[in-house]
């Protein structure tokens, strides 16, 4: 007898509860409490995770000295400044001075003059005529460096060698540009034009860094000007032009940090710039990476203008490939921590670095400190006098060491070249064209 088609033999649904293997045991009714017991009170209880609180920086915020009143220049006997910064010691006793407070005085008393202040916000009709004045010698500092162009050196990226004849230059006119501040005295002159001319950079060794910024922040001392005009106006054209002239003579950055740090030769654009944006509606410290972001707003605010230029003349896309310091603090939360981070790297990366603060020059503006070394007395040669090469003298340990400035490392090294060069050298080899990215991102 032929099967049932798919018949698989016993028909296992016919079987009763007690036959059918899949079908489980039913408890009787005495095992089954009236009261189960309440499992739940067994389980562990759920707290809220305590978030812990983040670390706090290690580095106390500094506290703005008081700002003194300006000397009166019937009591100073103006001299030449001098380099007095040339051992550990000179520097230990600088950092203890009222020089000291002075420059962080004036520093942070022009950042907190900024805070939430956009530059346009100052029009050009309220400018006092001292403010006019210094707009007018920064004009006639770009004639000079257009009347004074770089030599040929055969795509060389490092610094031109036109950028002497631009500095001597500059010292034949600032006589004459200082008579129009109202500086009449011919050793006031001498004195103040110091700071004037180590302002643009350095006349052996072609370079340009915070170093020589701060020069001119000494320079602005002499000036009974408004504050919020002297940066929002004079040092932003100070900034414009110092663009033109690292462009024109590709200056190699002055000391260590380059691309390590925040900018190949400026500081002070984030410190004002961050002071600017303290409060801003909408800009946050993370906006720098977007691009619509800074071409919108990067003439109203230096910190985002400043960004914009830095990536204008890098040929690799991408703050985290060219500036990773600038790429870790948009990570900050607000721009209170970046202010406030600004200020403790003023203090440590520029008034406590030795071989930034070795070239400082003291006078009878900003006094040396009784006790501090004389660059006679060690047989040091003057800023002026270097030779060639830019090797500094100092004391360490009782000995003489020779520094050069041109370097990776805090200390010895080879010479940097400029990236603004190589970015101009690239532009010369398209044709003029836009540089060609490597696009990581």
């Given at each position: ?34 009261k ?30 008081t700002?003194p ?6 009591h100073?006997?103006f ?5 007095r ?16 407070d ?14 939430d202040?956009?530059i ?8 006092s ?12 500092v770009?004639?000079v ?8 050196q ?10 002497r004849?631009f ?9 004459a540009w ?9 050793e ?33 001392l002499?000036t ?16 414009t032009?110092?663009?033109?002239i ?11 940090h380059?691309?390590?740090g925040l900018d ?13 944006l ?17 071409d ?13 230029f830095?990536n204008s003349v ?22 209170e ?8 790297m ?17 006078g009878?503006?900003?006094?040396a400190?009784?006790g ?9 040669p ?11 003298v ?5 000995m003489?060491?020779v ?33 060609r990215?490597?696009?990581?991102d």
């Amino acid at each position: 007898m032929p099967s049932e088609p798919f018949s698989m033999g016993k028909d296992t649904t016919m079987l009763s509860a007690t036959e059918n293997p899949r079908s489980p045991n039913p408890l009787p009714a005495s095992a089954i409490p009236e009261k189960p017991p309440n499992l739940s009170a067994q389980l562990p209880k759920l707290t809220p995770r305590v978030r812990q609180p983040p670390p706090s920086n290690p580095l106390p915020l500094p506290k703005t000295p008081t700002l003194p009143s300006p000397p009166s220049r019937t009591h100073l006997s103006f001299i030449r400044p001098t380099r007095r910064i040339l051992s550990p010691k000179d520097h230990d006793l600088f950092l203890a001075s009222s020089t000291y407070d002075l420059l962080l005085s004036f520093v942070f008393s022009l950042t907190d003059s900024v805070r939430d202040k956009r530059i346009s916000d100052i029009k050009e009709t309220e400018l006092s005529s001292t403010v006019k004045h210094i707009l007018h010698i920064l004009d006639e500092v770009d004639d000079v460096a257009n009347q004074c162009p770089p030599e040929d050196q055969g795509g060389s990226r490092f610094g031109n060698k036109g950028f002497r004849n631009f500095l001597d230059a500059l010292g034949i006119e600032h006589e004459a540009w200082h008579r129009k501040l109202g500086i009449e005295d011919p050793e006031a002159i001498n004195e103040v034009s110091a700071y004037f001319l180590q302002s643009f950079g350095n006349h052996t060794r072609i370079d340009y860094g915070s170093g020589h910024e701060l020069n001119f922040m000494v320079w602005l001392l002499i000036t009974p000007a408004d504050f919020p005009a002297l940066v929002l106006h004079v040092f932003t054209r100070y900034l414009t032009l110092m663009r033109h002239i690292q462009s024109t003579y590709y200056l190699e950055p002055a000391g260590s940090h380059g691309v390590w740090g925040l900018d190949d030769y400026q500081f002070l654009p984030f410190l004002f710039g961050s002071s600017q944006l303290l409060h801003h509606p909408f800009i946050r410290p993370l906006s720098i990476h977007q691009t619509l972001i800074l071409d919108e707003y990067g003439h109203d605010y230096m910190y985002l203008g400043q960004v914009a230029f830095v990536n204008s003349v890098k040929n690799v896309q991408g703050l985290r490939w060219h500036s990773p310091m600038l790429d870790d603090i948009s990570a900050a939360k607000s721009w209170e921590k970046v202010e406030g981070g600004m200020r403790r790297m003023f203090v440590a990366e520029v008034l406590r670095k030795l071989p930034v603060m070795q070239h400082f020059l003291f006078g009878s503006l900003v006094p040396a400190v009784e006790g501090m070394n004389r660059e006679e007395e060690l047989g040091v040669p003057s800023e002026e006098e270097e030779t060639e090469g830019g090797e500094t003298v100092v004391m360490k340990d009782g000995m003489k060491h020779v520094h050069q400035q041109s370097s990776w490392g805090d200390c010895c090294g080879i010479k940097v070249p400029s990236s603004i060069g190589a970015a101009q050298e690239m532009k010369k080899r398209m044709g003029g064209e836009g540089l060609r990215r490597v696009p990581f991102d």
